[in-house]
């Protein structure tokens, strides 16, 4: 075999192996959210899915206050509220640093509350729980003021977000980017078009759904609008699992390093 020849060998691997780094830098294309959304500054109007207030469940605890003109009246009731240490201005935290304080919501569906007893507020929303401890308050107390908030309303994102955590929130109306914000938005690596939303039925089976982050469909869908207890994983990419392979990597550096002695070697006995 003549040496220029020869020489084409490891020039075509070392060119096989340059298309396949920039072909792996391109797909940063697909880092930008919305992608199908124009460039232009030309106003987009987008009619995102209709949300409706979550339901209580088992387990909630709810923050249940009552206010009267003599705030001594409520007292009783309202001191369920109050955290055992106090926590100053409120600030987002995680699930695990976030003491939970409020009424629970026993397996029966039912809060007790002191004077007014036990009130069935499963399947109902706050709006409709403070409804009906409203109804019974009246019966002890004048002009009543009632709220009624879920207090441990939570949603967990895992997988490739820069904090990925348990949060729980302090409203309802949640959206998955909302939850991706709360997690310091998905890294570099992370995957924006197969984004999993798992979602427990309340006949405790699971269902499992895709996001795509790269459409504006994800605006559309059903599931854009978070529920108590779902949980979001963002996929790493190939990107992220091929540099986290260690032995690829390895292997790669070799390789690398053996057709540069050889393309040295033949430009010196040439």
């Not at 570099?188 to 405790?204: A, F, H, P």
């Amino acid at each position: 075999m003549k040496i220029s020849s020869f020489i084409k060998v490891p020039f075509y691997i070392c060119l096989f192996l340059w298309i396949i780094i920039v072909t792996s830098c391109a797909s940063s294309k697909k880092i930008r959210y919305f992608q199908d959304l124009s460039d232009t500054a030309k106003l987009t109007e987008i009619k995102t899915a209709p949300y409706y207030s979550p339901l209580i469940q088992s387990d909630d605890i709810l923050t249940i206050t009552i206010l009267t003109a003599d705030p001594t009246a409520t007292q009783s009731i309202n001191a369920a509220n109050l955290p055992v240490q106090a926590t100053g201005v409120f600030v987002q935290q995680s699930a695990a640093d976030q003491a939970i304080t409020g009424y629970l919501v026993s397996k029966n569906g039912e809060v007790e509350i002191p004077v007014i007893g036990k009130v069935k507020v499963a399947g109902l929303t706050s709006s409709g729980a403070k409804q009906v401890i409203y109804d019974l308050a009246t019966r002890y107390y004048k002009d009543p003021v009632v709220v009624v908030r879920n207090k441990n309303f939570r949603i967990t994102v895992l997988g490739e977000v820069n904090r990925p955590s348990t949060y729980i929130l302090p409203n309802e109306k949640v959206t998955v980017l909302d939850a991706l914000g709360l997690a310091g938005d998905l890294t570099i690596y992370g995957k924006r078009d197969n984004i999993l939303l798992q979602r427990q039925q309340e006949d405790g089976t699971l269902k499992l759904i895709r996001l795509n982050l790269n459409s504006t469909a994800t605006l559309k869908s059903p599931y854009f609008f978070l529920k108590q207890n779902d949980v979001l994983y963002i996929e790493p990419s190939k990107q992220k699992i091929n540099s986290s392979d260690v032995t690829l990597t390895r292997n790669i550096g070799i390789i690398t390093s053996v057709l540069t002695v050889a393309v040295l070697l033949i430009q010196v006995l040439r």
